[in-house]
């Protein structure tokens, strides 16, 4: 604190201490110190980041509402109200009973992230809590020591390197490596001492030179080695399946100038001096990352034909490098804290998905996609630079562009050339997205989606459909059910009562749980006259016109499972039936009733449970279509694929996916294609059969898992 005490109001931070000893004495830690070394510690490295009083402050109380009598209105009235955030954002809620430990966790994120888009002092303190905890991990139990290491890695690491903190990720993330794999790590350990004097002897041979060409260029600089964290090592170990020799092939140097002018300037130098190795080259001062990291990284070849890698940044780079956003940390003192809001951007965004996370595991998901991927940027048509995580596809790229745009993404050019939606997208390419107002999302692809806004807004629309879907056909089968009972429809008030009687929130989603079997018509018409009995109603005689009604709109939903039209049914993408085909439905939990072929193995392989299959009679809608995959062979003659698409075409039927490569002697192409019935798929077989060169067509199953599982 002394670097810096003329900025702090040092009389408080040493009453805060003053009440965090007394309020923790006699505690003691399991590795048996007084548990106020651990609040002073916490602190200390807080102080480090150079944080503001407030931040010292609720270092040094901020397990005091947790753990003491002292409570949080306490911390309030001796501190004030920023204290107390803080604290209150930092503060376990183990008070609260969860029905699962990932719930608890869960909510804890939640509250971590909701107090941290407010105030990004809290994310930085339980940072140096956790940091600090993990260094003294070694006196709780083994199982403890596993579960919390886990969880640093996963989640504490991820949210460090996310505000640029690579001081404390690295630290964290070798900790938890320490603890996890313990043998591992030690092996790992003694190879880099034993490696220690002749790998620095090789950054001199490098370093040495490097500097002699700094100064006669007149470049003001400080050349160091970079040391290599363990974590980072053995991961690329495990990635590239190399030994620790191989890896460690490429040597780490950090150039360290005044200007950004003269990080250009070295990097000429070095580029003039020694060979640079190809598609090595990053400038992260041109684009920063997203987490304010801003380097130039660039990889030559240097003395006895070793690689080094090479970083060059100016101080004020450094200081971000390594401390992130509490490099930038100017909170209500300047009146201006842009580059903290930048930082929390990401944050806001997770407080969008939780909203729509239904359960803990769905909202863990989201965290961890987000937290782990390194990133890639592409180009807009227009030469606008998207960041997108690596191994993004076009659909991330739409939704990065416009939500309506993903929504509407109905094909994807990548520097140019048609390219399917699920292609990664490498790091320089120009993406354009193809868009057409009658294309909606598929649920497949949340398959190949990596970004958290694709994935949720998928998923929305998705829910949305299926409820409204749902919702429509519950809304006629309780209307027939109230004409079978000869009742008028219910006023508004006793709908709603209805609704919470049977655990439903409002009346829509009791329509849509008839229609997904969550609750059924007995209990409905039970719920709202519990004098009638389902049972027991007079059956009278349709009218001719409730006749006809029904006859029309039978044969417009094509589907009648065991006598019952109208329930809500899925097409099952492992088997891609369509009407003329064999099938059976399959009645799966909360999602209706899956149709299958009936030779599907998915369907074959669940003889334990036959009450859950029904029969169906399935008639085409006109308007209906079904995707079919078909797998095409025949010569390399130019110009087949080209005959084979108008072909397709010429019997009126609309290819949605069409991809060719070559084989030994010949071709092999897959289609996907939409058809009416199963005669109309024969139709387009027998012609594709006819072309010339085309040696074998056949429909393609994948038989993969189906939504028979997801329930």
Request: contains cysteine; charged residues 30%.
């Amino acid at each position: 604190m002394e670097a810096y005490a003329p900025s702090l109001d040092v009389d408080t931070v040493k009453a805060a201490y003053e009440l965090a000893d007394e309020a923790h004495a006699g505690q003691r830690r399991a590795s048996g110190e007084p548990f106020i070394n651990h609040a002073v510690e916490v602190a200390t490295i807080a102080a480090e980041l150079r944080l503001d009083s407030s931040s010292i402050i609720g270092a040094l109380v901020h397990d005091v509402v947790e753990d003491t009598a002292v409570s949080l209105q306490g911390i309030r009235e001796l501190f004030g109200e920023e204290v107390a955030s803080i604290v209150d954002g930092v503060t376990k809620i183990g008070r609260v009973q969860f029905r699962s430990n990932t719930e608890q966790q869960v909510e804890n994120y939640r509250k971590l992230l909701l107090s941290m888009a407010q105030d990004a002092r809290v994310i930085l303190i339980k940072l140096a809590d956790r940091l600090h905890n993990m260094r003294t991990l070694e006196h709780l139990p083994p199982e403890k020591q596993k579960r919390i290491a886990r969880e640093t890695r996963e989640i504490y690491a991820p949210l460090a390197h996310r505000l640029g903190m690579a001081a404390i990720k690295w630290e964290l993330e070798d900790l938890a490596f320490k603890f996890l794999d313990p043998e591992a790590y030690n092996a790992l350990r003694k190879l880099v001492r034993q490696r220690r004097k002749s790998r620095e002897r090789q950054i001199l041979e490098m370093q040495r030179p490097l500097e002699e060409a700094l100064v006669e260029a007149g470049i003001p600089a400080e050349v160091t080695g970079r040391p290599k964290h363990l974590w980072s090592i053995h991961r690329k170990m495990l990635k590239r399946h190399q030994t620790y020799d191989e890896i460690y092939d490429l040597m780490a140097l950090r150039v360290i100038t005044d200007s950004v002018q003269n990080c250009y300037a070295a990097l000429g130098i070095i580029h003039s001096h020694w060979s640079p190795v190809q598609d090595r080259f990053h400038d992260y001062v041109a684009t920063p990352k997203s987490n304010m990291y801003r380097s130039i990284h660039t990889t030559v070849v240097g003395p006895s034909g070793r690689r080094y890698e090479v970083q060059i940044r100016t101080e004020e780079m450094h200081r971000t490098a390594e401390y992130g956003i509490a490099a930038h940390w100017r909170y209500k003192e300047s009146g201006g804290t842009s580059e903290v809001d930048e930082a929390l951007l990401w944050f806001r965004q997770v407080l969008e998905w939780q909203k729509d996370a239904r359960e803990p595991e769905e909202f863990m998901e989201f965290l961890r996609m987000d937290l782990f991927q390194g990133e890639i940027f592409v180009f807009t048509p227009r030469g606008e630079v998207k960041q997108l995580p690596a191994g993004a596809s076009p659909i991330d790229f739409a939704f990065a562009v416009h939500t309506e745009v993903g929504l509407h993404c109905a094909g994807a050019k990548v520097n140019g050339r048609i390219a399917p939606l699920s292609r990664e997208l490498k790091n320089g390419e120009t993406v354009e997205i193809i868009t057409n107002p009658k294309q909606w999302p598929s649920r497949d692809w949340l398959g190949f989606v990596k970004t958290s806004r694709a994935r949720q807004k998928v998923r929305q629309w998705i829910r949305r459909q299926e409820f409204d879907e749902a919702f429509r056909i519950g809304q006629e089968m309780f209307t027939r059910e109230l004409r079978k009972a000869r009742r008028a429809k219910p006023q508004e008030a006793d709908l709603q009562r209805v609704s919470k009687t049977l655990g439903f929130r409002e009346w829509n989603e009791v329509l849509a749980g008839l229609a997904r079997g969550d609750v059924g018509p007995s209990a409905v018409i039970r719920a709202l006259y519990p004098d009638e009995d389902p049972h027991t109603v007079v059956q009278r005689t349709p009218s001719a016109l409730e006749r006809l009604t029904e006859k029309i709109r039978r044969s417009n939903r094509g589907v009648t499972i065991q006598g019952v039209d109208n329930l809500m049914v899925r097409y099952s993408q492992c088997c891609q039936p369509v009407p003329g085909d064999d099938v059976i439905g399959y009645i799966t939990r909360g999602r209706g009733i899956s149709i299958h072929r009936t030779d599907c193995p998915n369907v074959l392989n669940l003889d334990s449970d036959p009450g859950r299959r029904v029969e169906i009679e399935w008639k085409a809608e006109r308007d209906d279509r079904f995707f079919v995959h078909l797998h095409m062979e025949g010569t390399d003659r130019r110009g087949l694929l080209g005959d084979v698409a108008r072909t397709i075409t010429d019997t009126g039927t609309d290819i949605q996916h069409a991809d060719m490569r070559a084989t030994h002697g010949g071709m092999a192409a897959e289609f996907a294609v939409e058809v009416q019935d199963l005669a109309h798929l024969r139709r387009v077989v027998n012609a594709v059969q006819r072309v010339k060169g085309v040696l074998s067509v056949v429909r393609r199953e994948s038989f993969g898992e189906s939504d028979l599982f997801d329930d």
